[in-house]
């Protein structure tokens, strides 16, 4: 690194600490990725996509608090330290609701909890719960706390919503490194060369352009079919043109400079100009554009997991967890989909913070 860009970082770094918008968009952003990388490891519920169901305890609403019995499997199957990291441990037992249990004899009884007013006898025996070891019989029975309630389901909204991050973030670096490798691309060829290939390439900006978001999102989601990595393709695919038409603008200015007509007189080719001289030169646009896109590409995804097309279950997205909850909205528990709501508000609002303050940063004309 030169002491020209290291000056320049540094300089940049300077401007975006006295934006207290970007800086909290900024926190914000690292947190969410924190979450994202470690979020099996932090979920109450650590199963694969958090999708640890009990009925009887279903909408639930915070701060909820509900005494369980751990069931041993018969076959318990071990998974490796990097399977849980990335997809979640599997679960190796089963978990009963009781609302109170008292020994008699070799065997628990328990009154296994059905809802706030019925309760059923049931009979277990204990050699069969702690392999054996009777006096592990308390490691079998503990109180579960879900901080953000349980969802129809009676999965914990807190662990579905750590886990959903992953997904949000995913689709938005997956579909702002497509729509930035094609927008710069184009957008660079049609400011740069003009004529037939500015002709050719804004025409066909155009006419994806002349096309609605969500109707080519659909189009293209049902071509390739639902599921996780389509979403990411189908997204990036239509955020592309914005980016197109702004470094077309941008490259047609910068080339008239002279350091530009400087760099082609000294014989350097178009490729290395345009690589080396121009998009360098136009970094602030592009950081403001990724983030919006990056902003946009989370109320998409969301969208489409809303609608049935995007994130299928029992995969946690937060649009899926506001598709799934939204009839509590106006019923007894209005959290179980505001929660997530406010999520991709909060998220959104992030990354915008920050590529306005990405925006200043970067521009040598600020103080």
């Given at each position: 690194m030169s002491q020209t860009e290291f000056s320049f970082?540094?300089?940049?770094?300077?401007?975006?600490?006295?934006?207290?918008?970007a800086l909290f968009g900024l926190v914000i952003i690292i947190l969410a990725v924190f979450i994202s990388i470690f979020g099996y490891l932090i979920a109450p519920d650590n199963s694969p996509y958090a999708d640890l169901q009990t009925v009887e305890i279903q909408a639930k609403k915070p701060g909820y608090s509900q005494q369980f019995l751990k069931i041993p499997?018969?076959?318990?199957?071990e998974t490796n330290w990097l399977h849980h990291?990335?997809?979640g441990k599997k679960n190796n037992f089963q978990l009963v609701p009781i609302k109170g249990y008292r020994v008699k004899g070799d065997s628990l009884l328990i009154n296994?909890?059905?809802?706030?007013?019925?309760?059923v006898v049931q009979y277990y025996s204990i050699n069969e719960l702690t392999g054996n070891n009777p006096a592990a019989l308390q490691q079998n029975i503990f109180t579960k706390k879900y901080w953000l309630g349980t969802d129809k389901f009676g999965r914990d909204i807190l662990s579905r919503l750590i886990i959903g991050t992953r997904v949000s973030l995913a689709v938005g670096l997956i579909a702002v490194l497509i729509s930035l490798t094609l927008g710069i691309i184009l957008?660079?060829?049609?400011?740069?060369y003009r004529g037939w290939v500015d002709e050719v390439i804004m025409w066909l900006v155009n006419v994806t352009w002349s096309i609605p978001t969500l109707l080519l999102v659909f189009a293209i989601t049902m071509a390739m079919g639902k599921g996780f990595w389509q979403i990411?393709?189908?997204?990036?695919l239509t955020m592309w043109v914005s980016v197109a038409r702004?470094?077309?603008?941008q490259v047609m200015a910068i080339k008239e400079m002279e350091y530009v007509q400087a760099a082609r007189a000294l014989g350097l080719k178009n490729s290395r100009i345009i690589v080396r001289h121009i998009l360098p030169n136009i970094l602030g646009p592009v950081m403001v554009i990724a983030a919006s896109n990056f902003a946009t590409a989370i109320i998409v995804e969301a969208g489409l997991s809303f609608l049935g097309i995007g994130i299928q279950p029992p995969q946690p997205s937060w649009g899926l967890m506001i598709k799934e909850n939204y009839n509590f909205i106006i019923t007894h528990n209005p959290l179980l989909a505001l929660v997530p709501g406010f999520a991709i508000m909060l998220l959104?609002?992030?990354?915008?913070?920050?590529?306005?303050?990405?925006?200043d940063a970067v521009d040598v004309k600020e103080g």
């Open positions: 970082k540094a300089a940049m770094w300077k401007r975006l600490k006295k934006n207290r918008g499997a018969n076959n318990v199957s990291f990335i997809s296994k909890f059905i809802d706030d007013d019925t309760s957008g660079a060829l049609a400011g740069y990411f393709i189908a997204v990036g702004l470094i077309r603008g959104v609002l992030a990354f915008n913070l920050l590529g306005n303050g990405l925006r």
